[in-house]
């Protein structure tokens, strides 16, 4: 006999009641009351050390028993096993260790699980969430600063814009354009909007000029690598997917610690600063070997421009991190040295199909 609280599920009212187990049936006993129930319709509740143990009922009414070994007879006595995961909770080791494993799969589930989704997500999103995006980010860079009319010659603006026609597909998926920008905080760098603009800074230029500030045949050929690049990022929609990841991203946060406007206002601040996953800079890569090869050009020239860049990184160290994690070429492409060793493979491979 088990002392219990009984409530019927259609008043606040509590009875004290007396729960017996006997021939398949739970019997409930109070002044007043007199209820069996089959063990089959009770319910039992999850179990918490310091909180009552609940024993819910068909029609919404219930039992609480109050913590303590009475529980643990009552529920042998009703033939009840608790769940492997309650198991788990009530030996600390294990529950230990389903920690780092929950960091696995949440960290499995981002960096694997939303990239895949986000893909078709993306393909169904209209072209108008490109060329929006890609005005509010122009509109945002010309406003802080960080974007200027270019110091270069116009005759070396119009060399640099007369590489990019070659390097597009027949038939671009959003108008594609060029500017040659001033960026003080940008270095050597190349960035593309979602809206279709490439933005190409001063620095990048220089970068691959002659010393005497001529761009030659092969400063040329290191752009178009470049350039090639960021036109992979166009036509595979990269910043569209990163846009998707970083939603469901933000709902998934929401959904496992709550409060989804907090997390919803640092949206903008992480799509600011947001860095393209490996799988797409492979992806960028590969076309930007594939439209060097249409131009007759080895892929050497990329990978040359890759290794400058690199080197002109530390010019930047100067500068804050948060400035070099969201405007550094290098710094937003990871993984250089295997970059520039895949690259080859693909050169070594086309060298070979030539041969």
């Known amino acids: 006999m088990t002392n219990a609280s009984y409530f019927d599920g259609h ?9 017996t187990v006997d021939a398949g049936r739970l019997h409930i006993a109070g002044p007043g009351l007199a209820r069996s129930v089959p063990l089959g319709t009770v319910r039992p509740g999850e179990r918490f050390a310091r909180a009552p143990l609940v024993l819910r009922l068909d029609g919404g009414a219930c039992c609480e028993v109050a913590p303590g070994p009475a529980c643990g007879q009552l529920l042998a006595a009703i033939g009840h096993r608790e769940s492997l995961v309650a198991r788990w909770h009530a030996r600390r080791p294990l529950a230990l260790l389903a920690l780092p494993v929950l960091v696995l799969l949440l ?27 890609g005005k509010a980010e122009l509109d945002g860079l010309e406003a802080e600063g960080e974007l200027r009319s270019s110091r270069l010659p116009d005759a070396r ?17 959003l108008p594609v354009r060029l500017l040659v920008r001033d960026g003080p905080e940008m270095g050597a760098n190349a960035y593309a909007l979602a809206d279709g603009t490439i933005v190409v800074s001063d ?6 000029q002659t010393g005497d500030g001529r761009l030659d045949a092969e400063g040329k050929a290191a752009l178009m690598g470049i350039l090639g690049h960021e036109v992979g990022h166009l036509e595979h929609r990269h910043k569209a997917r990163m846009i998707a990841v970083s939603s469901l991203g933000t709902m998934l946060s929401a959904t496992l610690f709550g409060d989804i406007s907090a997390v919803a206002a640092a949206l903008p601040a992480r799509l600011a600063r947001m860095h393209y996953s490996r799988d797409m800079e492979r992806e960028a890569d590969a076309y930007a070997a594939e439209v060097l090869r249409r131009q007759h050009l080895s892929v050497r020239h990329f990978t040359d421009a890759l290794s400058r860049l690199e080197e002109a990184e530390g010019d930047t160290a100067r500068l804050p991190r948060w400035v070099q994690d969201s405007m550094g070429y290098l710094s937003t492409h990871p993984g250089t040295t295997e970059r520039i060793r895949r690259l080859q493979e693909i050169g070594e491979a086309d060298a070979r199909a030539f041969n």
């Not at 119009?158 to 998926?173: D, I, K, S």
């Open 157 to 173: 603006v119009a060399e640099v814009t007369a590489l990019l026609p070659p390097l597009l597909p027949a038939h671009p998926r």
């Open 107 to 133: 960290a499995l589930l981002y960096l694997r699980g939303l990239p895949l989704v986000a893909k078709p997500i993306a393909a169904t999103l209209p072209l108008t969430v490109d060329r929006d995006l």
């Open 203 to 208: 620095d990048l230029v220089r970068l691959f």
């Open 11 to 19: 008043n606040p009212r509590m009875q004290p009641v007396t729960l």
